[in-house]
């Protein structure tokens, strides 16, 4: 069916290292490969062997949960996809973290796996899409600090150069040509 390697942390694990819960869902208690560092494991690499054909209209979708906290979605593979390296975006601990006595085992962070329709499902990489946001804002915000430099105010109204765009855009190529790093820092 499917297989994942977390990267520098594991040989990859098949099907039989979850528990099937139904005929369509898995669950990947993390404990069973690092008990309570499992915020490390930040990114997983999820693909599907070739002996299993999946729907094209359905999907491999992945799922995360911290201890005490619901399901968060990671990002998804199919057919036409049929790997992807998700990034691993675990949500804080949840308050229902109370063990009812001695013997009880703690929560532990789980992996979700599921056969979903693709169509309902927000993307098949929410981590990249958040770092197009990101980048986007910074960008964003890069322009109106240097359009901020030049804003002379009418009233209510700020008023900047009419060349103030051009300047921005050759100034930010400038800077991203003569450094490297410098557009590694929006990203992030």
């Known amino acids: 069916m499917f297989g994942v390697v977390f990267p520098n942390h594991s040989f990859p694990i098949d099907i039989s290292?979850?528990?099937?819960?139904?005929?369509?869902?898995?669950?990947?208690?993390?404990?069973?490969?690092?008990?309570?560092?499992?915020?490390?494991?930040?990114?997983?690499?999820?693909?599907?062997?070739?002996?299993?054909?999946?729907?094209?209209?359905?999907?491999?979708?992945?799922?995360?949960?911290?201890?005490?906290?619901?399901?968060?979605?990671?990002?998804?593979?199919?057919?036409?996809?049929?790997?992807?390296?998700?990034?691993?975006?675990?949500?804080?601990?949840?308050?229902?973290?109370?063990?009812?006595?001695?013997?009880?085992?703690?929560?532990?962070?789980?992996?979700?796996?599921?056969?979903?329709?693709?169509?309902?499902?927000?993307?098949?990489d929410v981590a990249a899409e958040k770092k197009i946001e990101r980048l986007a804002l910074k960008v964003g915000e890069n322009l109106f600090n240097f359009m901020q430099s030049f804003c002379g105010v009418d009233g209510t109204k700020l008023v900047v150069p009419m060349d103030i765009l051009d300047r921005w855009f050759k100034k930010f190529q400038e800077r991203a040509k003569r450094d490297p790093e410098y557009l590694k820092g929006f990203a992030l």
């Open 17 to 124: 290292s979850f528990a099937q819960i139904d005929t369509f869902h898995w669950i990947l208690d993390m404990n069973t490969f690092v008990g309570e560092a499992y915020d490390q494991i930040r990114e997983m690499c999820i693909f599907l062997l070739n002996n299993f054909t999946l729907p094209p209209d359905k999907a491999l979708a992945v799922y995360v949960q911290s201890p005490g906290s619901s399901f968060v979605f990671c990002g998804a593979v199919t057919v036409a996809r049929p790997s992807a390296v998700l990034s691993l975006l675990w949500p804080e601990p949840g308050g229902q973290m109370q063990l009812t006595s001695a013997d009880s085992v703690p929560p532990s962070a789980k992996i979700g796996v599921s056969v979903e329709d693709l169509a309902s499902l927000p993307s098949l």
